[in-house]
């Protein structure tokens, strides 16, 4: 008798364990914030005046709640980012995020926004990176109601993952668009990437000063090599594609450097540099993609796929999703990679799981 209440006592732990495993295996931060463009961008345009908004049919054929405002057919980066940290949700966008959502994290990131404040003007209006950090100010603020105290809000933010990727439009939305801004006849490529890398380092520091202690700073990929670049903004001309993805290398280079500058300075915070151009080299059809060179929903002039328009059928097969953004499938390979480093040169000096662990 008592050998069988012994066992059925310890079949209802066995269960018990495995329920409660299962549905509050906490994330392994309590929150992760976003700053960045469309790559990232999960709804903040939406309500902007602007043409860089993708909250309209094909964008989010894939996603679960359909569209939302995310540039891709699916899941961006980080969103799978979110769910390899364990979130069991995605982390809500600053223009929607309400009371308590704002506890496991807010994204700010908008589509066009730069790290200078004129970057993707052309598209019509947009969060740049200073204005996403004056939200963050504003999210602390109401961190603080929640948790009662400065100090109690300091301490959930120095253990939050933090995600910083911006730049792209800096080049594609600015200085490769010389009728529409100035920079590309006042800087040369080198001191461009310069002034770039020396404004981020002002504003990354600034973040820190906020609580900021684990952050990931993504490199800029390939752009030039985007279905967008080459037929708009180069008309087809190869050294046109070359020039561009050779004037973000010294951009990556000074991220680089300026990964290594924090790590020294701020010894009580971890930065790492996620190496995305390095991770997209290399042939993609060993990964299953066929087409490399087209997006798969048709694409208006400005990149963005045309309104209510038929995307391809077999979407894993296609790196690009319209004629910029990377489809769910890219991405996923991407989010796995930053979060867990296959080869050594995807993460400096480390990867997503070593920094949050
Ligand atoms: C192609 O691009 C290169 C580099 O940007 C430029 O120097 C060259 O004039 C372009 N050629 C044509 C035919 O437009
Ligand atoms: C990024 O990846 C490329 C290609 O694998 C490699 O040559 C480069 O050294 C990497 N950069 C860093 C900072 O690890
Ligand atoms: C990380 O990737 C390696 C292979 O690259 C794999 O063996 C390992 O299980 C992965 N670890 C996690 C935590 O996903």
Known sequence: MAHKIIKSLLLLLVLLNLVSNCAHAAPQVPCFFIFGDSLADNGNNNNLVTAAKANYRPYGIDFPDGTTGRFTNGRTTVDMIGELLGFNQFIPPFATARGRDILVGVNYASGAAGIRDESGRQLGDRISLNEQ????????????????????????????????????????????????????RIYTQDQYAKILIDQYSLQIRLLYLLGARKVALPGLGSIGSIPYSFSTLCRNNVSCVTN??????????RLVSLVDELNRELTD???????????????????????????????????????DSTPCQNRNEYVFWDAIHPTEAVNRFTASRSYNASLPSDAYPTDISHLVN
């Open 244 to 253: 561009i993805n050779n004037a973000v290398q010294p951009f990556n280079a």
């Open 133 to 184: 950090l004056l939200n963050h100010a504003a999210t602390i603020n109401r961190l603080i109601q929640l948790l009662g105290t400065g100090k109690e809000a300091t301490n959930y933010l120095n253990k939050c993952l933090f995600y910083v990727s911006l730049g792209s439009n800096d080049y594609l939305n600015n200085y490769f668009m010389p009728s529409y801004y100035t920079t590309s």
């Open 269 to 307: 915070a971890r930065f790492i540099y996620l190496n995305t151009s390095g991770m997209s080299a290399g042939d993609p059809s060993m990964l299953g993609f066929r087409v490399i060179d087209t997006g798969c929903c048709p694409a208006r002039s400005d990149g963005q796929c045309i309104q």
